[in-house]
């Protein structure tokens, strides 16, 4: 059996509701959790007006405030994460645990796929039937709970635009990725032709995760358990995809293993969020050098 985690967001305002779904998207995504499925697209709780049925689709204004789903095969997992979430957004969050069949999860999880590509790589699901497009490099990926981490989310597209342009304007030889995930940022740098690889997580689970992806491409990397990155090193990128309070947090950490001629690279909050970052980093001795955008995610890239 597996366990399904519904999570609704319960504002007055859908312009409030709309922002909290998105920050804890990202949340979730922080920590490796690429499975989460949309409760209007998939039907999870969530049933159609008459008007979007006599139409075929969902309202647009729904996609931004409709509850989303979780599935673990650990219900302990799903609890966990439920009483992290109300520790960091409040009760505006509401969540529901039930048990369902795994055939359940299987369908719910698969409905939740989209490929993803990007000017240089197409990530598809390990095992997809999709040919890939000419000129692209084929990705396939796997991540926790049997679903799939493809890089469809708004700040994995931010990030993987700016690796692409870093490395190929830059001789780029090393990377560290901080809350690597799935692993994902690892695998295209590898691809790339980054030579030197090395990621954190905060689990062994999430580990293992981003360590498997790398197999699966051909890519070695050393990644670790760890809160901070702790490596006798620098590196030519160091990215962090995590939210805005973790990244002020680690920025000294962080800091510390870009090379004189290097990169960082943040992502994972906000326009809001952006200019407090921004002047960290400067306190810091960075500069901005780049940005990118997708769906008001936004990703900086920094150096000296």
């Known amino acids: 059996m597996a366990f399904e985690l519904l999570l609704s967001f ?10 909290l779904k998105a920050s804890v998207m990202n949340w979730l995504e922080s920590r490796g959790r690429f499975d989460v499925v949309d409760g209007v697209i998939d039907g999870v709780d969530v049933p159609l007006t008459d008007a979007e049925l006599a139409d075929a689709e969902p309202e647009a204004a729904r996609f931004e405030t409709a509850p989303v789903a979780i599935f ?6 799903c609890e966990t994460i439920l ?3 109300k520790q960091e957004f409040g009760q505006a969050i509401i969540g529901r645990i039930t048990e369902i069949s795994d055939e359940s999860w299987q369908n719910c999880w698969q409905a939740s796929f989209e490929k993803f590509e990007s000017n240089r790589f197409f990530f598809v699901p390990l095992g997809s039937a999709l040919v890939t497009p000419n000129n692209l490099i084929r990705v396939e990926l796997i991540s926790r709970g049997g679903a799939f981490g493809t890089g469809q989310h708004a700040t994995t597209r931010a990030v993987i635009n700016v690796l692409e342009h870093l490395i190929q304007s830059s001789a780029t030889q090393s990377m560290l990725d901080i809350g690597t995930g799935t692993g994902v940022y690892l695998v295209a740098a590898g691809l ?23 197999e699966i491409a051909g ?6 358990v760890s809160e901070t990155p702790q490596f006798d090193k620098k590196y030519d990128l160091v990215v962090a995809n995590i939210l805005a309070p973790v990244l002020h947090a680690i920025m000294p950490d962080m800091v510390r293993h870009v090379s004189p001629s290097g990169y960082l690279v943040l992502a994972g909050f906000i326009d809001k969020e952006e200019g407090k970052l921004v002047e960290s980093a400067k306190a810091h001795g960075l ?5 990118a955008s997708d769906s008001g995610w936004n990703c900086l890239a920094f150096g000296f």
């Open 83 to 85: 009483y992290e979430l």
């Open 192 to 214: 790339l032709g980054v030579k030197e690889l090395a990621g954190t997580e905060i689990s062994d689970d999430l580990v293992h995760v981003a360590r498997e992806n790398c």
């Open 10 to 19: 319960e504002l007055t305002s859908l312009v409030e509701a709309a922002r």
């Open 72 to 77: 673990d095969s650990d219900k302990k997992a």
């Open 219 to 224: 890519v070695m990397a050393d990644i670790r």
């Open 287 to 291: 500069e901005l050098k780049c940005k």
